[in-house]
C-alpha cells in the first residue's frame, strides 16, 4: 500500500466483443490478451488488490490461473452500451460488503497490453504528488486534428477553421488523447462526477509505441510487434 491508502487495480473485460472476437482472452505471442495485464497489476508495489469484473467463465477461469481476484459481473452491466463507470460502482459496492474499502482506484483495461507495472506505479505516484482529482495516460496525436475534415453531401469540409489548412504541423498547437491504459481517481470523485473526467486532470504522458488500444485485428497484430520489440512478455 502507498501511503497507507488502500490502492485496487480494476481490469474490466467482458466476454463480447464486436470488432475482434473474445479479443480479451485472444492469444498474443502464445498468452491470454488479459494476461499481460493482470502480470503487470500484480508486479506494481502499489496496487494491494488486483480484481477482473467479468460476466464471462473462460475470462475468470484464466484470469484467477493468471493471479487475479474475480468479481462476477451481472450479463445487464456487460453490454455495449453498459457505462464503464457503472461497472466499477459494481466492484465498489461488492468489495464494501466484503469489508473492503478502496481509498483509490486505478482502471486498468486489458486492451493495453503495452503499459507495464513502471507506468502503474509512476501514475500513482504522480496522482498522490499532484493536486488533482485524477490521473488519465494519454499519448501525443500525431495526426494534427485541426486537418480534420467532414463529408457534407459529397464534399470535404474543414471540421475546423480554414486557417489551420495553411499551417505546418509545428505550427499547430500539440495535442493528446486518452490512450486507454490508465484511469485513476477516488471512488469519492467517481461517484460525484460519473467518471474519471472532472476538473482537475493530471495527464500521465506516455510513449506512442506504448500507447497501442487494441480495438481490432490490426491494432492486434500492431501489438504483438510492440510486445515483441519491447520485451514485456515472457513465457
Known amino acids: 500500500m502507498y501511503k497507507g491508502k488502500n490502492i485496487l487495480g480494476l481490469i474490466p473485460a467482458r466476454g463480447g466483443s464486436k470488432g475482434l472476437p473474445r479479443k480479451n482472452i485472444k492469444p498474443l505471442l502464445g498468452k491470454p490478451l488479459i494476461a499481460l495485464t493482470i502480470e503487470?497489476?500484480?508486479?506494481?508495489?502499489?496496487?494491494?488488490k488486483v480484481i477482473v469484473s467479468t460476466e464471462d467463465e473462460e475470462i475468470a477461469k484464466i484470469?484467477?490461473?493468471?493471479?487475479?481476484?474475480?468479481?462476477?459481473r451481472p450479463e445487464k452491466l456487460a453490454k455495449d452500451e453498459t457505462p464503464t463507470v457503472d461497472v466499477i460502482f459494481h466492484v465498489l459496492e461488492i468489495l464494501k460488503m466484503k469489508n473492503y474499502n478502496s481509498d483509490i482506484?486505478?482502471?486498468?483495461?486489458?486492451?493495453?497490453?503495452?503499459?507495464?507495472?513502471?507506468?502503474?506505479?509512476?501514475?500513482?505516484?504522480?496522482?498522490?504528488?499532484?493536486?488533482?482529482?485524477?490521473?488519465?495516460?494519454?499519448?501525443?496525436?500525431?495526426?494534427?486534428?485541426?486537418?480534420?475534415?467532414?463529408?457534407?453531401?459529397i464534399y470535404l469540409k474543414p471540421l475546423f477553421?480554414?486557417?489551420?489548412?495553411?499551417?505546418?504541423?509545428?505550427?499547430?498547437e500539440r495535442t493528446y488523447i486518452p490512450n486507454g491504459a490508465i484511469y485513476i481517481s477516488t471512488p469519492q470523485t467517481l461517484y460525484k462526477y460519473k467518471g474519471f473526467y472532472c476538473n482537475y486532470i493530471i495527464p500521465y504522458i506516455m510513449p506512442i509505441e506504448r500507447s497501442i488500444d487494441i480495438d481490432n485485428e490490426i491494432d492486434f497484430m500492431l501489438a504483438e510487434l510492440l510486445v515483441k520489440k519491447h520485451g514485456l512478455y515472457k513465457k
Open 40 to 48: 503487470q497489476a500484480l508486479a506494481s508495489k502499489y496496487l494491494d
Open 63 to 72: 484470469s484467477k490461473k493468471y493471479g487475479a481476484e474475480v468479481i462476477e
Open 105 to 153: 482506484l486505478v482502471l486498468l483495461q486489458p486492451t493495453s497490453p503495452l503499459r507495464n507495472a513502471e507506468d502503474i506505479d509512476n501514475a500513482i505516484k504522480l496522482f498522490f504528488d499532484s493536486d488533482c482529482e485524477s490521473v488519465v495516460s494519454i499519448c501525443k496525436v500525431e495526426h494534427p486534428p485541426y486537418w480534420s475534415f467532414k463529408i457534407e453531401e
Open 161 to 172: 477553421d480554414k486557417r489551420y489548412l495553411r499551417m505546418t504541423r509545428q505550427d499547430l
